[in-house]
């Protein structure tokens, strides 16, 4: 059983004012606790949104954090930063997670992506030609990411029609899913629907996000049939 212990340390308030759907602290304390990070690593957050990841992971961890983010501003985020007094550890940078990624080879210790990767990871090609060549042999991956409990091949169940688009509902799948895209590039590969998600659904609908205030009605009307949350861990091959 999962234990949040670093989770709850944070201003509530705080995070539901930067949070851009289902709790990501939240969703990182979670993951974590099936891999190994140490002080002094070179971390690769990719997909940080408003840096919540990216300050849990320089403060608890104390790792060098690379805070990549395509929507969020990286003057954003540095105030964030400032203001989390972790400017010295996370390093915000505006970059967009398909094209070629500003960093040497092999730079980074390990690999971090909550509630992103299934943006821009959905396919076959991603992880091999994007990704495997900035992080090191054996380091830890951990991604999590909103799924489905079956696969729905794109198509949306006609209760979630008046909430969701073709697009945005094509980037969503299930375990099995996930597993053929994954599991060749991770060894001790681990895939499986995350403890926290109803809490960390929860956190995100009692938020004052307009965006949040929309999905209470569309999570009411899935009442627990198709959606989910998805963790993914293991070491890069």
């Known amino acids: 059983m999962y234990k949040y212990h670093r989770t709850q340390k944070y201003d509530k308030r705080f995070l539901s004012q930067n949070f851009m759907g289902p709790n990501a ?3 990182l304390d979670e993951i974590t606790q099936s891999i190994e990070l140490m002080k ?3 971390v690769l957050d990719l997909g940080c949104g408003k840096g919540l990841t990216s300050i849990f992971l320089a403060k608890e961890y104390g ?32 970059a967009n997670a398909t094209v070629e990624l500003p960093f040497a080879d092999e730079y980074f210790d390990a690999l971090i992506s909550v509630d992103s990767y299934h943006y821009f990871g959905n396919n076959d090609d991603y992880f091999e030609k994007h990704l495997k060549p900035l992080i090191k042999k054996g380091a830890p991956v951990a991604i999590a990411i ?11 169940p006609d209760e ?18 996930w597993t053929q895209i994954l599991e060749k590039h991770l060894d001790d590969f681990s ?32 009442n627990g049939k198709y959606l989910n949350l998805i963790s993914i861990t293991g070491k890069r091959r």
């Open 25 to 27: 602290m939240l969703m």
């Open 40 to 42: 002094g690593m070179r």
């Open 63 to 94: 790792v060098q954090t690379f805070a990549v983010d395509l929507w969020i501003s990286a003057t954003d985020n540095y105030r964030r930063f400032l203001q989390m007094g972790v400017d010295d550890l996370a390093i915000p940078i505006h």
């Open 146 to 156: 909103p799924g489905t409990k079956q696969e729905m091949n794109g198509t949306i």
């Open 160 to 177: 979630l029609k008046p909430f969701l688009d073709d697009e945005g509902f094509a980037t969503l799948h299930c375990i099995k899913w």
């Open 191 to 222: 895939i499986k629907e995350m403890d926290c998600t109803d809490t960390a659904w929860s956190d995100w609908l009692a938020s004052d996000n307009p965006i949040a205030k929309r999905d209470i009605d569309m999570m009411k009307a899935e």
